[in-house]
């Protein structure tokens, strides 16, 4: 199993829990991502973010040396919070195009 059905399969572990609305991956330009959100009122639960980092996975703003209190928040939705983590395992692999 690739790592990207590796990560699409752990987004359906967190999304069972209560006090996850929703987790997914995602792309940016050479990183692949997880974004986990989380209802409003609720912070990311600590045994998400513990099981997240086991699978290589660390917070966007630690990884990018972005200035912010949790390492991987991402902001505030209507009803929730979204938190973005970065596959390290992966870091570097994917390429993205740009064409005129």
């Known amino acids: 199993m690739g790592r990207g059905a590796q990560l699409r399969q752990l987004a359906d572990d967190p999304t069972e829990?209560?006090?996850?609305?929703?987790?997914?991956?995602?792309?940016?330009?050479?990183?692949?991502?997880f974004v986990v959100e989380v209802d409003s009122a609720r912070d990311l639960p600590a045994a998400v973010e513990e099981r997240l980092r086991g699978h290589g996975l660390r917070g966007y703003n630690e990884v990018h040396d972005v200035e912010a209190e949790d390492p991987a928040f991402a902001g505030d939705l209507s009803g929730g919070d979204r938190y973005r983590f970065v596959d390290v395992r992966a870091r570097g692999d994917l390429q993205s195009y740009v064409v005129d």
């Open 17 to 33: 829990r209560e006090d996850v609305a929703d987790a997914r991956t995602a792309k940016s330009f050479t990183d692949r991502l």
